[in-house]
């Protein structure tokens, strides 16, 4: 579909880059997904946002919002409407030394965040990429690195700075709008554009950082060896598991990170790893958290990763749900499972203190397939893994529906989501509003995406 930008406002001069511009093949997609946009604003002020939405209303564009444009559903570009391009809103600037209070522009990816705090020796837990967006992640949850350590990134969100979408521009705090302040920690997108937060970092400077390898066992003891580990783990210690095929044999690549860099704390941590099977150290340092969201990871987004994602939580690592997952990632088709520890600081807020209500589990588990392998191949595989999951974490979900808005803010959580999502945008210009009848939890991505 082509579409013809209309008149545009003068406030924008400048920042509006249509396809007839040398910068738009390097503007109009995300990291997954290639979009043809009528125009992307390169926003450079909560201003700009107002002027964009104003045209995208004016014209009746259809509009995307983006901050990283690494989300997984493609959702940060389109197709003949607006893209509201936040990249340009970057600045990480540290507010209160001994508060620890930061604050982190929209725009700026976790690399350049981490990497601007660490002279003051502060670090916040965000993901385990350094190309993700603020934006997108810290409107959402937040599952990083140090994240059993710290919680998830939106535990720690203090204010947010958002233009509502008929362009007011609201700080959400404690005092000033804390209806605004609960959506915008865990389902921000529906409400507000976020252009700033402010948050409260973490003292740190170096982890340790270690890699293993360990043969998974059909039967899925290995599995339920390591969330055994992980239940009693201290919370200096996180952990990722990515499920690989290697020949006949699965086996587990551990990524583990201990927040401290006191060698015997690290090495403390790390130890009952190793009893959960036939296990192999490949590497294990001090390096600084800089190296784990590092700089080195930033890239353009060309769509050049299309791929097929859904994701569920789990409470317990039951044996029949540790051969789930084992057969999953063996399979004929097998899926890329990714299994990330939860508990420790991420289980202490209340959960209904944000609209990432999910506290009490374990465990999240990440399947994705790449192409030839589309939606129903991924669903074959993970109606196996469905029944044994608790709920659902929005930001790993590539094809977002009513379903995954259900598992992701079930019961009061979902209501008072709703509520605030009509409430901030009564005309669904950020979301498609979610059905209001109350689709029952289930696991099954069902949509084509
Ligand atoms: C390689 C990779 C690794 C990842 N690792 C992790 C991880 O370790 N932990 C984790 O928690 N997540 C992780 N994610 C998921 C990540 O949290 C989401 O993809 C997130 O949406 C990316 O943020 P972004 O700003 O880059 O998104 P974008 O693509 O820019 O935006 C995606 C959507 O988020 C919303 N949004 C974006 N910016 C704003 C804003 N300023 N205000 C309101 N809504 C906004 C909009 O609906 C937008 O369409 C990973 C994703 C990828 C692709």
């Not at 916040?124 to 603020?134: A, Q, W, Y």
């Not at 079930?410 to 979610?434: F, M, Q």
Request: proline share 8%; net charge negative; hydrophobic share 40%.
């Amino acid at each position: 579909m082509t579409t013809t930008l209309g008149t545009s406002p003068t406030d924008l001069a400048g920042k509006i880059i249509t396809p007839d511009d040398r910068r738009y093949p390097l503007l109009r997609s995300t990291y997954t997904t290639t979009g043809r946009p009528a125009a992307v604003v390169l926003a450079e002020s909560a201003a700009d946002v107002a002027s964009a939405l104003r045209l995208a209303r004016e014209q009746q564009l259809p509009l995307a919002v983006r901050s990283g444009g690494h989300g997984l559903s493609g959702s940060a570009t389109n197709n003949g409407g607006l893209v509201i391009d936040l990249s340009e809103m970057r600045r990480v600037d540290v507010l209160d030394r001994d508060a620890r209070l930061v604050r982190v522009e929209a725009g700026a990816r976790w690399a350049q965040v981490a990497q601007a705090l660490a002279p003051h020796g502060l670090a916040i837990s965000s993901g385990d990429h350094g190309n993700v967006g603020v934006g997108g992640l810290a409107t959402a949850g937040g599952i990083g690195w140090l994240v059993r350590h710290y919680g998830l990134t939106v535990d720690h969100v203090r204010a947010v700075e958002v233009v509502l979408p008929d362009g007011t521009q609201v700080r959400a705090d404690p005092v000033n709008d804390p209806d605004l302040l609960w959506v915008m920690r865990g389902a921000g997108a529906g409400a507000g554009i976020a252009v700033a937060f402010e948050i409260e970092a973490t003292e740190l400077r170096d982890v340790g950082f270690a890699q293993l390898v360990a043969r998974v066992d059909p039967a899925g003891e290995t599995l339920q060896g390591w969330s055994d580990v992980m239940a009693q783990a201290p919370r200096e210690l996180s952990t990722k598991v990515i499920l690989a095929s290697h020949g006949t044999t699965p086996l587990a690549v551990i990524t583990a990170v201990v927040a401290s860099d006191n060698p015997a704390t690290i090495q403390q941590a790390l130890q009952p790893l190793l009893g959960i099977g036939e296990v192999t150290v490949q590497q294990a340092h001090i390096v600084p958290y800089t190296d784990l969201v590092s700089t080195a990871h930033l890239h353009r987004n060309t769509g050049q990763m299309p791929s097929t994602t859904t994701n569920g939580l789990l409470t317990d690592i039951t044996p029949d749900a540790a051969r789930a997952l084992v057969t999953a990632a063996t399979g004929p088709d097998p899926a890329l499972i990714q299994l990330r520890s939860l508990g420790g600081a991420a289980g202490d807020p209340d959960p209904a203190a944000t609209a990432f209500t999910h506290r009490h589990q374990e465990t999240l588990v990440i399947a994705s397939m790449f192409p030839p392998h589309d939606r129903p191949a991924l669903s074959a595989v993970w109606d196996t893994l469905a029944p044994h999951t608790d709920g659902a974490y929005v930001n790993f979900e590539s094809a977002p529906d009513d379903t995954t808005f259900t598992r992701a803010y079930p019961g009061p959580t979902g209501t008072r989501v709703r509520e605030l999502w009509k409430r901030y945008d009564p005309d669904s210009i950020l979301h498609r509003p979610p059905s209001t009848s109350e689709t029952p939890p289930s696991g099954s991505p069902s949509s084509s995406r």
